[in-house]
C-alpha cells in the first residue's frame, strides 16, 4: 500500500494496516487540523506517517519537544474549537500528565483525543504502566480498541465523543494493537479544508477565564462540571455499540469481561476449545459500563475477567458484585488465575481458564536429544550499537580515559537515560548503571555527586537533551554540581526511528526550522567548561575526558557525530584488514565489540557489508592490522 | 479454512515485508487475515519475528505448537521458533547462517541443525535462499526467494499469482524482474 491511500481511500475501501496506520486513517476520517507527538514505541508509526502525509491531509503536524508541550499543543488548538490529535507511548502520559490532569477540568470545544500506547512485555519500554489509570486519575473517557478495525473506529468515535461531551478522550492501544495487522475497511472523511493560507484550518480561542483559568476560584467549578459529565458518559458506556457480548454457552455459569488484545486471546480460546462460556467485550471501559456488567455477570456463578497489566476492570467489576450483594466469584489477577506481569497470548489464557475448568489435556512434543542441546546452546541474538555507531566510539573512549586517571570502574557511576546509547549497558562498555526517565540522566548526576564521593558520568542523547535535560542541567550548574554530562548528539532521535529534533535544521512537517545549539544552550544554562568532540577522533576523546574528570564543576560534553542509519550520508570504504600485522590481541573484538569484525577460526575477519568505515578500529589497533579502506 | 505462518529471522532481512505481502494477498482473495510483528530493535541486528494467521481469528499471536509452517529467513532462529511448530508444520528455512556479533558463544553447523530438524519433524525443507537470491540478481531479493517458498506450500491457501500482485503493489517496479525471478528460484526449489 502507498501511504498517499490513507488520505485518498474512500469510504468501503478495504486495506491490511498496521494498527498505528489505522490510527491515521481515523484521524484523516475525523478531519483532524492540529497532531502533536514526541516520538515512543509502540506508537512511533503514527509520527513518522503524519509527517508525510501532514500537508495531504490538512493538517499541521509536529514533532514536539516533549509530551507535556505536544499535550498543550493539542488542548489548546481544540480550546480555539479545533480537532486535535496527540500521541505518545504510555510513559509519555507521566511527562504530559500535568497538564493532562488540568485539561480534563477545562475540558475543550473542538474534539481531542490522546492515543497512549501501552507496552506489555516490555518490548521498548522501563515500565508496564497501564494508561487506564490515567482515565480514572484524571476523570476522563477510555477506549480500548483489540483490532486495526477498532483503532480506525474507536479514534474517529473517539472526536465525536469528545466534542459532545466538551472532554478530553483517551484512545488506548497496547504493543500488539499497535504493531498489528488486520484488515480495515474505511470511512467517510470529515472535511477539513483550510480556511486560510495555512494548509490546515484555523480556530478561534473565545475568552472565558471561569471556563479556561484554574484558579481556585474557578476549579471547584470545574470540577463539578467534569463530575457531571463523566456521570452522563457512564449512559454511553453503558449502550455503546463497543461493549458487546459474544454467546457461546449453553449453562450460564461462567462468563468473561475482557478487553483489548486480551480479548482476542479470550475469544479465540472459547471458540476454538468449545468452552460453554459467554464473553463480554468492553471496549469502551471508563467510565466502568456497570449497568451492562451487572446484566452480563448476575446470574453466573463464576466470571473470568481478562486483560492486560493492571486488574483495573476486575476491581470495577468486584466493586459491582459488592455493592448488588451478589454471590459470584471472580477469576483474574488478583486470585492469581491469570499471571500479574507481562502481555498475554492464547496459551497463557489457555491456562489460566484451565486453573478453573480443567479442559486441557497436556499432550507434550517432546524433541530427540540432539535437538534439546541445539535449542540450549544457540547464541542470543541481542540488539546491539551498529557498525560504525558514534556512540560505541564515546563509550571505548570515556572507559579509556577511567583506565589512564587510574580510576576503577566502581569509582566511576554512568547514569544513563533513554535512547540507543542506554544499550552501552552491555559489555564490554558497562555504561549503565541507573536510568529511571527521559532526561533522568541530568538530575541523577546531581543527586550521586552530593550523595557519594564517586565520580559520575552521564549521557543523554540530542533529543533527550531537549525533551527534559535542560532545566535538570540548570540545576545542577546552580546548585554547583559535580559531573560530566555527555550529550550524544548523533543528529536524529535514533531510537524510535529516525525522527527529526530541535537540533535538526527541519521540522516535523520536513520544511526548514531553526536550529537549536546545544553548546550554548549549556553555554546559556551556566556551565564554564564545554566542550564539542568528534567520537570517531580517540586521542581527542580520551583527552577530553582525562581534563572533565579533574574538574569539580558541571561539565557538557558534546559528542557530535550523525548516526550511520541516517539516510542519505556519504559512506566511507569498509576498513583493510592487513593480516601479516594482526597481533592476535583481540583487542578489537573484545573491547572495541563492533559488529563488523568477528574471529573466525582464529583470524580477524571484517564483514565488508557492515563495515561503515568509521576507522575508530584503526586507531584501537597498536599494529597497524587495520587500515582506512580504498 | 485456516492456516498460520511464523516468520522469523534478523533485522534487515525483509521479514516484515514478505509477510505483509502475503496479508495482502489474502485480503485481496478474500479471506480474513491478522498479522503480528515486534519492531523496535530490528535495525540493530536483533531477532525480527512476525505472525500471520489466514482464517477465522481475532488473535494475531499463533498459539504454541500450532503454526503450520515455519519459515525462517537463518538456520538458528529456525531453533528459535521451533515452540510455535508441531511434527506436521512445514519447516522452510535458509541454510544460510548470520553469526551474532554480539556474542562469544560458538555457532552450530548447519549440517547439525537439518540434520536435528530432520530427526523431528516430517518436513524439514531447507533451501539456500542467499545462493537462489544471487543468482536472481541481488541479494537483496531473499525474502522474494523465500516467498516463493511458501507459495509452494501445498496446502498454502494463497494463489502464486495473488502473492506476485501484492508483491508489485508493495515493492518499487524497477525490482519487479528481479523479486519474480527470485519468487520462481524460491518456488522451484521446493516444487523441483
Redesign the interface.
Known sequence: MNLKELVTGESGDKQFLLGNEAAVRGVIEAGISIAATYPGTPSSEIGNILSVLAKDANIYFEFSTNEKVAMEVAATAAASGLRSFTFMKHVGMNVAADSFMTTAYTGVNGGMVILSADDPSLFSSQNEQDTRNYARLANVPVLEPSNCQEVKDMVKYAFDLSEEFNLPVIVRTTTRVSHMRGVVEFGDVKDNSSNNDNHWMRGHFDKDPSKYVPVPAFAGKMHERLCDKISKINNETNNSKFNDSTSFANNKKYGVISSGSAFNYAFDVIKYNNLDMDILKIGFSYPFPDKKVLEFIKDLDEVFVVEEVDPVMEKEVLAIIGRENLDIVVHGKLDGTLPQCYEFNSDIVSKGFNNVLNFMNNENITFTDSLNELSDSIPSRAPVLCAGCPHRAMYYGINIAIDELGLKTSDVVFASDIGCYTLGINPPYNAADYLLSMGSSVGDGCGFSVSTDQKVASFIGDSTFFHSGISPLINAVHNKHNFVLTVLDNRITAMTGGQPNPGIPVDGMGDEAPEISIRKLALACGVDYVRVINPFNLEQVVKTYKEAFERDDTVVIISKAPCTLIKGLTKKPPVTLVESNCNHCDKCVNELACPAISKVAGKIEIDKSSCDGCGVCIQVCKYGALEVGK | MSYSIYICG?GGQGIIKT??II??A??NQGL??????????S?????VSTELKIGD?????I???TADMLLSFEP??T??G?HKV??DSKIVYNTHPI?????N????SVD??T???K??FTHVLPIDATDLALDAGNILSLNMVLLGAVTADDNFPLSKDSVIDAMK??LHPKFHELNLKAIENGYNSIKG
Open positions: 534478523v509477510s505483509v496479508g495482502e489474502a485480503m480474513d487475515v491478522v498479522m503480528s510483528e515486534i519492531h523496535g530493535m535495525q540493530r541486528g536483533g531477532s481469528f481475532n488473535s494475531s499471536i498459539p504454541d505448537t538458528i532462529e531453533i528459535r521451533l508441531n511434527k553469526i551474532p556479533s554480539s556474542t558463544e560458538a555457532y552450530p547439525s541443525i540434520n536435528a530438524l530427526e523431528n503493489n508493495n
